[in-house]
Structure formats: C-alpha cells, structure tokens
C-alpha cells in the first residue's frame, strides 16, 4: 500500500511524533552518524536527528521519499542489502519496518554496518486509541505485520539484546488529526469511521490518545554495556 499518494502524504503529515517519545526513553548516545532503516517519509529518522551528526534513512519505497521530510540524507534501498561500508555507523533505528524484511538478513546486515561500539534499536507503536475509547479494527489489520523482538534471531545475527521497554505514550489530538491519522492505519473506512463516531467524544477539543509502544535495544555480541 505504501506505493499509493495518499498513504505516502499521509505518513509524511498525519502521523503523530511517537518516534521521538520512544526514543527519548531509551537514553542513547549521541554519535557521529546515525542509520534509519525503512523510514518511510522520515518521521522516525527525524526523531534521532538530535543524536547525530549526520542522519542517513534507507526506504525501499520510492514513493514514500517523494514527501520526505528536511534534514535526513535519504537512500532508496533495501533493508536487507545496506549500501554502507562496515561499521558505519554509531546508531541505527528500525522503527516499525523489520516487520516486512527478511528478519535473519536484515539484522546480519545492520550488524555488518553497525559499529563495533553502535546500538541497534527495533521500535515500534500500536494503533493509538483516545482516552476511554474502545479500540475497534474496522478492517482487518495485516496479520504478518506483529512482531516481538524479544523473539528475533539476535544469536544467529552477531547481536546481543541488552534491553526491551514497553510503556504508554500519550499525544493530545484533534477529532480532524485523529481521523486523518487513522486514515493511515486502516484507510479510508476508518477515518469515516472516527469522523461519524467519535464528535461527541472530543466535543470540540484535543484529547489523549494512547498509543503502546516498546523500544529494544542490541549490540555487538563482544559488547556487554546495555542503552
């Protein structure tokens, strides 16, 4: 789906700033050069762009980088072939797109340009639903899609999980930032679904929505101090 415009300008300006929440509470380092792998169009890149010098983000889709956003260096490629010397870089963040990769070879290929003393983090965010709402699919969510980290081939990679963070994070919206937002988790059904049902419940004001999130972080199998 990611090759359509509307979901392309929707991940560039519907969806909320929960990257950066993540990431904040994982207190990494700031390094030379950070990786974004999958970025989409850069919202989780520009989430770690306070840690680094430079920014790089690779995205397979092309579309995607059409409405990507200032700051980040921006690559077309695949997460399982890095277009990256060894050892690249200090930091590298997959937020929300190991899902669709080939696990096993994207994590040996993010262990090949991490770092000797890098961190790899694997992040990632549920569907955000507002306070007192009743989380409700109305179409059926990818099945392939969830994930759990903890479960990753690290061993087998070269890596070494050293921490997993799971907690909630609250963004105030709008009832119109609410629906676009959800237009993008689960298209235009969904978005009629919030404008139709949901006007009472913000009754013309912002509220929190929830959204659960887990942050995990890796490093070199020799590397023993944890994020």
Known sequence: MYEREDVAAGYAGDRPAVHGRII??????RVRAALDVGCGAGLSAVAIAHL?????CVEIEPNMLRYRLPGPRYVVGSGERLPFRDGAFGLITASGSLNYMDKGVALREARRVLAPDGVLVVCDFGTGWPDGVEPLWVEDPDPD????????PWGASGLRLVSFVERQVRVGMSLDGYARYLRT???EQ???WARETLPTVFDGSSLDVIFDTYGACALHDSQVIAC
């Open 145 to 152: 899609y969830p994930m759990d980290p903890r479960e990753l």
């Open 52 to 56: 680094a010098d430079l920014v790089v």
């Open 185 to 187: 988790e689960g298209g």
């Open 24 to 29: 904040a509470g994982l207190g990494l380092p």
């Open 190 to 192: 969904a978005e009629q």
